[in-house]
């Protein structure tokens, strides 16, 4: 598109703003940055300045929003808030960071959402597609895309959130995935049923994909599926187009031809949800062209990313995992399912989101010998678990007691996958994980 002297409005200073302020400004519009919040001492604000951008913070100004062609509005911001509004009442369209690398890029995007386990599937996607093709990570992941236009990349291997979708009106992937759904984010979008078709957009009209591939282990998004065509379904084996293991070996099945792909032990990734994250890039990797050789190799190298169920060490033969990432007891869930016949000991609390416990309390009741608490959510989660029938609880000040605590009791795996959001004690999780590591990697 020319978006030569252009008025663009684009509203935050996240990565994603940033990102989008910076491409159109190359491209010779007239960008204008407004921020709600005070940060006129950012040093990105002056940076910005420097090349042009008019920016603003602490506020919206009528100058900057009227007569604006477009804006852009970063992930986050309610349609009800006030900016949105005002937006919509001078007939502004708003549109995504990924709505707009979508509309200038020249190349196919594979879309990858999900509650969980998405981080996952997008990194492990680009790795293999990128043993044949350039195919870099982007999204929600924490590279918007707009910031790699103009590579010459072949895909992009794009992670997209509920929030971003919540502005994305025109946007079509080559191929949509979906890991799985469980409640999350209600308070943005109001209700279980509107997250659910915020994600939706990904795979209906008008933005129906040339293939979707959806968990069929997940009966929502199984049931789902079948509105949908072209579909690929992994973690179940169905009549055709699917990925599922059998005899501990993971299978890929298009036209009636079944191919051994790996088996599960030569894997480095463990848990079965993790599983499922290889059965759905393996699909999307097959979908291209890449080689089983290729996809193998990929695989059987792969670590998890960091904060999700990453191993940090042995430490006198007990093992540590980091899964400072399972934000929700969903997402805890998990990973606690993920350890068998061992003695866990589960480091979980923090902020509560308050969402319903029951069946975090049923599994961990299964799978975990103790749980360590600390943080805000210490004493509801100690009462619903008291409730459903566990009593080894101990309840710690600091992530670092606790993990002494841990330490002291000598089980054969420490977890950290505290079900609940950082913002008690720590600036995120990705804080909360490496203050996790960092004492775990200094004992001797």
Known sequence: ????????????????????????????????????????????????????????????????????????????????????????????????????????????????????????????????????????????????????????????????????????????????????????????????????????????????????????????????????KNVFIFAKEVDDDCCYIKNDTIYFKRRGKEEEIIKVGECKLVGQHNYENIMCAIIVAKLIGISNENIKNVISNFKAPEHRLEFVRNYNGTEFYNDSKATNPEAAIVAIKSFNDKKVALIAGGRDKNTDLKEFCEEIKKHITTVILIGEATERFSQNLRENGFENIVIEKTLESATDKAIELGHDIVLLSPACASFDMFDSYEHRGEVFKNYVLSKN
């Open 1 to 228: 598109m020319n978006w030569f002297e252009k008025k663009v409005l684009i509203i935050g200073l996240a990565k994603s703003g940033i990102s989008a302020a910076k491409y159109l400004n190359d491209k010779g519009a007239d960008v204008f940055v407004t921020e709600f919040a005070d940060k006129s001492n950012d040093p990105q604000v002056k940076e910005l300045q420097e090349i042009g951008i008019k920016v603003e913070t602490g506020g919206h100004t009528d100058e900057f929003i009227n007569e604006s062609y477009l804006a852009v509005a970063s992930p986050g911001i309610p349609m009800s808030s006030e900016i949105m509004q005002r937006l919509k009442e001078k007939n502004i369209p708003v549109i995504s960071e990924i709505q707009l690398a979508y509309k200038e890029a020249k190349k196919p995007f594979i879309a990858i959402t999900g509650t969980n386990g998405k981080t996952t599937v997008t990194i492990l996607t680009s790795e293999i597609l990128s043993s044949e093709f350039k195919a870099p990570v982007c999204g929600n992941i924490g590279v918007p895309p707009t910031s790699l236009l103009g590579d010459d990349n072949d895909y992009y291997v794009c992670e997209i959130s509920s929030f971003q979708m919540e502005t994305t009106n025109a946007f079509q992937a080559q191929i949509a995935c979906w890991t799985n759904f469980t409640p999350d984010h209600i308070s943005f979008h109001g209700s279980l049923e509107k997250y659910f078709d915020a994600k939706a957009k990904l795979f209906l009209p008008p933005a129906t994909p040339a293939f979707s591939v959806i968990n069929g282990n997940d009966p929502k998004l199984l049931e789902f599926s079948k509105k949908l």
